[in-house]
Nanobody, 124 residues
Framework: QVQLVESGGGLVQAGGSLRLSCAAS????????MGWFRQAPGKEREFVAA????????YYADSVKGRFTISRDNAKNTVYLQMNSLKPEDTAVYYC?????????????????WGQGAQVTVSS
């Protein structure tokens, strides 16, 4: 009933920027927290950023703090991840996900719907 579709991935040079979008269809997510996760080859999926239902609270992994910004537009049922000062270690498949509730959570198990993933490759 809820589908999340990511866009905006691609290849970028180290130090560059990229903006990911995640559009939801089927049901509004205005009452749900939203999160971004990433998974690099051979590694487990890790938390990147999350935003509360109202957009008033955000939380970031230490590895991306100060470089990435999560935001949302509930009227458009869309969540964004602005990625600046990208590093080769940011290379991964990035997933957006809907939280089960309105408050921020980090464990993947606390998210009930997931996007298909968007490849982000940062060259050195």
């Amino acid at each position: 009933q809820v589908q999340l579709v990511e866009s905006g991935g691609g290849l970028v040079q180290a130090g560059g920027s990229l903006r990911l979008s995640c559009a939801a269809s089927g049901r509004t997510f205005s009452s749900h927290a939203m999160g971004w996760f990433r998974q690099a080859p051979g590694k487990e999926r890790e938390f990147v950023a999350a935003i509360s239902w109202s957009g008033g609270n955000t939380y970031y992994a230490d590895s991306v703090k100060g470089r990435f910004t999560i935001s949302r537009d509930n009227a458009k049922n869309t969540v964004y991840l602005q990625m600046n000062s990208l590093k080769p270690e940011d290379t991964a498949v990035y997933y957006c996900a809907r939280g089960r509730y309105g408050t921020i959570s980090m464990p993947p198990v606390e998210y009930d719907y997931w996007g298909q993933g968007a490849q982000v490759t940062v060259s050195s």
